[in-house]
């Protein structure tokens, strides 16, 4: 026996009514009616856009780190922060890139996992300097700290471990969006605005979703610094860490899975609401995102890194290895900003007065 659907109001929920006379499906509580076909597929598209999301990562499988023959590395740890962090034996002074912290102890490597694959350094130090320096020439009352030369070129070079998630997914999606509609007459001005009920599903493939590996990189700098060219990814090998240091990953692939979920769900509801621009407002209001046979791998990705302490406070900032983006707040020297705005607020009273003298004589 078939079982019977009961259709509720697209606009108040309340049970809808098969009219005769209209032959459509009728809300006796607003008043609304509807064609069966269009309430037939409101209701499928809330059930396809209201089911549980599914993620389905493969487990990753290490793979040891051996650089013998290839590159005498040394372990370095910082007694400030605690980073644990590798790189070239012959390195000479380091500098923490986590905290600034200048003296930082050179011990034995101890090995770790080796990454699938790296993305070298295309940006130089003196590079990086010059990137950061054109950024701060936007900053008008920058403390003279941030302009000493030395200090910039405290920057270190570091591989930053990613975790990297791959999969295609199916999903669907549904919005509440409104077109608005204004005009005017002789008399009035008039503002119309339609509802609708949207519905999105599809398909939708991504390849190298980075996850930041590290818990010492703060997560908002290091998605800041994206993107990276992922097709100048090569196979990992110790002689790219000549002159660098590399950060050892202390956040499994398991702990980046729900993280790696989060942007996997926001970039397909952001993919799809691409497809509503003619609409003035769209609100998601539930969605499906579901995939299986998800692929994880290990990366290490180029990033310069600078602190600089001012008033107490360390300003961090991120340039990115390979394109020379720059992430960062740069603060404001209070005595500068104040000493422009009475210079500024000076010419003024004394353009002020010349104006004044003029009209009285």
């Known amino acids: ?43 499928e598209g809330n059930e396809a856009a209201g089911g549980i999301s599914k993620y389905d990562w493969e487990s990753y499988t290490p793979r040891s780190f051996e650089a013998e023959g290839e590159l005498n590395l040394a372990g370095y740890s910082c007694p400030s922060c605690g980073a644990e962090i590798s790189g070239d034996e012959t390195l000479g002074s380091t500098v923490c890139p986590y ?33 950061f ?13 941030f302009k000493v030369k030395k200090k910039i070129e405290e920057m270190s070079g570091v591989y930053v471990p990613f975790w990297m998630f791959d999969c295609n997914c199916d999903a669907a999606v549904s919005y509440n969006a409104q077109r608005v509609t204004a005009w005017s007459d002789a008399n009035y001005n008039y503002t119309k605005t339609d509802y ?19 818990k010492k990189a703060d997560d908002a700098y290091m998605e800041a610094v994206e993107p990276f060219d992922y097709s ?33 769900k926001n ?19 539930s969605e499906r995102v579901s995939f299986s046979g998800g692929k994880i791998r290990y990366s290490l990705l180029p990033v310069w890194m600078l602190n600089i302490k001012y008033a107490n406070t360390i300003y961090k900032f991120a340039i990115n ?25 000076g010419i003024g009273y004394a353009v002020a007065a010349v104006i004044a003298f003029l009209l009285l004589h």
């Open 321 to 345: 290895g390979q394109t020379g983006k720059v992430v960062g707040e740069f603060p404001v020297d209070n005595k500068k900003k104040w000493k422009y705005f009475a210079k500024i607020a």
């Open 232 to 264: 100048a990814a090569v196979e990992f090998s110790p002689a790219f860490l000549s002159g660098y240091l590399a950060d050892k990953y202390d956040v499994s692939a398991e702990e980046s899975i729900e993280r790696a979920n989060e942007r996997v």
């Open 99 to 131: 905290c600034g912290q200048a003296t930082v102890v050179k011990g034995q490597f101890e090995g770790g996992l080796r990454p699938d694959y790296i993305i070298p350094f295309q940006v130089d130090k003196k590079a990086a300097v010059a990137a």
């Open 133 to 145: 320096e054109a950024e701060f020439k936007n900053a008008p009352f920058l403390p003279d700290e």
């Open 1 to 43: 026996m078939d079982t019977i659907q009961n259709y509720r109001c697209p606009c108040c929920t309340a049970p809808l009514v098969f009219g005769a006379e209209t032959q459509t499906l009728v809300c006796e509580s607003c008043g609304n009616s509807f064609p069966l076909e269009t309430v037939q597929q409101f209701a």
């Open 267 to 285: 970039s397909t509801i952001a993919a799809f609401s691409d497809t509503t621009g003619c609409y003035n407002v769209v609100i998601p209001e």
């Open 196 to 214: 609708f009920r949207l519905f999105r599903a599809g398909s939708v493939g991504f390849a190298n979703i980075p996850v930041d590996g590290s």
